[in-house]
């Protein structure tokens, strides 16, 4: 059953039909929500019976179709400023998932980091071993040397 939000006010004021007050009144016994905003206006109703009606001044009509033409703006203008706010927040959007997602997760920053350490014990272990075969090696010319002297 669909809500009775916009009834209730014709329900307070006994503006339904006896049919629309049944089914009104069958859904406000299951829906909390609903009873919730009837209440709500009937607090507001014993709140405005007190005061005295009222007509409104000269013009009044007038000036609030005035006022609702001027506040109505053009379609492509409306389009526009959509538009615009829906860059501006995917544009807003981007940069803080820029800013609080890193690039690369810490976990894969931290194997980064472990494997260059091992590349470089590689390369130390390459230059200590071949230390060892250059030092063979001035042996070797030295005693060349010492060979080729009378």
Known sequence: MAHVV??????????????????????????????????LLAAAQ???????????????AAMVAVNARDQRSAPFLRWLRWSFGGVAAVAVAAVAAGLLVPAT?????????????????FEDLAVVQHREALEDLEVVAVLHMLEARP
């Not at 004021?13 to 406000?28: K, Q, V």
């Not at 194997?111 to 260059?116: L, P, W």
Request: glycine letters at 10%; aromatic letters at 2%; charged letters at 30%.
């Open 6 to 39: 916009h009834r209730l006010q014709a329900l307070l004021s006994g503006g339904l039909s006896p049919a629309e007050r049944e089914e009104a009144d069958a859904h406000l016994r299951g829906c909390a929500q609903c009873r919730e905003e009837r209440d």
């Open 46 to 60: 014993t709140v405005m019976a007190p005061l005295p009606g009222r007509e409104p001044r000269v013009g009044f």
């Open 105 to 121: 997760p810490p976990s894969q920053r931290g194997d980064e980091v472990r494997i260059a350490q091992r590349l470089e014990l």
